[in-house]
T-cell receptor
Framework: RKEVEQDPGPFNVPEGATVAFNCTYS??????FFWYRQDCRKEPKLLMS???SGNEDGRFTAQLNRASQYISLLIRDSKLSDSATYLC??????????FGAGTRLFVKA | EADIYQTPRYLVIGTGKKITLECSQT?????MYWYQQDPGMELHLIHY???????EKGDLSSESTVSRIRTEHFPLTLESARPSHTSQYLC????????????FGQGTRLTVV
């Protein structure tokens, strides 16, 4: 079993749609959680950190459920520019940072 | 913009050649990483370092080696390049404290012919 597993995708949605990505992690000692975005042929960049109480940044909402070892990302009112691969990232604290395989999103006009 | 740099950006090299991919960061980060990523595929961790003189192998077996003689510098070396090494190599760094983001270089796209 992989340490971080994501929805395989791809997700194809129309502009304006709401889309949710899910991610599970296996190490209960994991301490920090992130969502990264990677555009085609570019390096990954931080989209947002994920906090225990959940957090929102504009159209993006991240949730963490430690009991179920589950992270989610919700994108509201999708834009064409949201098309990218979204990576779930888990840091076990002082150890290596583990990236999920990524979920690809295509937003269509 | 992150202060982490990789050179070269693109490299085409013949089989059997020795190559070193350079990665430097000016943020004073202790942790540094090398990832390998094929087009459209997931990132695979091949090496990481907690600080000077510390290096560890990642999850993906790799024929490359790394060194960490200075905090800011984390080069990756292939002693004898093969076509199977053709891929994109991404270097990243982060602080040691928890809940800090990893910053990536722009990557080196390597083609071995």
């Amino acid at each position: 079993r992989k340490e971080v597993e994501q929805d395989p995708g791809p997700f194809n949605v129309p502009e304006g749609a709401t889309v949710a990505f899910n991610c599970t992690y296996s190490n209960s000692a994991s301490q920090s959680f992130f969502w990264y975005r990677q555009d085609c042929r570019k390096e990954p960049k931080l989209l947002m950190s994920v906090y225990s109480s959940g957090n929102e940044d504009g159209r993006f909402t991240a949730q963490l459920n430690r009991a179920s070892q589950y992270i989610s990302l919700l994108i509201r009112d999708s834009k064409l520019s949201d098309s990218a691969t979204y990576l779930c990232v888990v840091d076990t604290g002082g150890f290596k940072t583990i990236f999920g395989a990524g979920t690809r999103l295509f937003v269509k006009a | 913009e992150a202060d982490i740099y990789q050179t070269p950006r693109y490299l085409v090299i013949g089989t059997g050649k020795k190559i070193t991919l350079e990665c430097s960061q000016t943020m004073g980060h202790d942790k540094m990483y090398w990832y390998q990523q094929d087009p459209g595929m997931e990132l695979h961790l091949i090496h990481y370092s907690y600080g000077v003189n510390s290096t560890e192998k990642g999850d993906l077996s790799s024929e490359s080696t790394v060194s960490r003689i200075r905090t800011e510098h984390f080069p990756l070396t292939l002693e004898s390049a093969r076509p199977s090494h053709t891929s994109q190599y991404l270097c990243a760094s982060s602080e040691s404290q928890k809940n800090t983001e990893a910053f990536f270089g722009q990557g080196t796209r390597l083609t071995v012919v």
